[in-house]
């Protein structure tokens, strides 16, 4: 008991700070997705659309990658997407056993309808920081990468 209290006690710094960092976190990402939410796509879907839109044709690997999604998520998004006629599956010339995913015309038309108020959303979160204070939480978050 008193190992645990000492533990906690020397390393108040560490986890104060996960705290404050996950509280952000979760503020951030609740507003963020204030405009997905108007869209009445679910986030994956307007990940998929975004990453689509932004990247160009992809496989569903790089779709994964790109959005931070599972794969046995992702093929029931890229399903409704198709259903929806939003997105379309193509066969990879590289390997038969993958296909490409594309974004419709009318994907398209969707994506450019949100992104506008959704990047006035993420510019309005923060706009809590000036331009420095931007650049150093980059700067200090990229130093997690490889940990």
Not at 22 to 29: K, Q, S, W
């Amino acid at each position: 008991m008193d190992n645990v209290k000492k533990l906690i006690n020397d390393n108040q710094l560490a986890l104060s700070t996960l705290v404050v960092f996950t509280r952000a976190e979760h503020v951030i990402h609740k507003k963020e997705l204030e405009t997905v939410k108007k869209s009445g796509l679910t986030p994956a879907q307007f990940g998929v659309l975004e990453a689509l839109y932004n990247k160009g044709d992809l496989r569903i690997c790089e779709l994964i990658e790109k959005i931070l999604t599972t794969s046995g998520n992702i093929t029931v998004v890229i399903k409704n997407l198709e259903k929806d006629e939003l997105v379309k599956r193509n066969p990879d010339p590289q390997d038969k056993r993958s296909c490409i995913i594309s974004l419709t015309e009318k994907g398209k038309q969707v994506i450019e309808s949100i992104l506008p108020d959704h990047i006035e959303n993420i510019r309005n979160i923060f706009d809590t920081l000036t331009d420095e204070e931007k650049m150093t939480l980059k700067t200090i978050l990229k130093k997690f990468k490889n940990i």
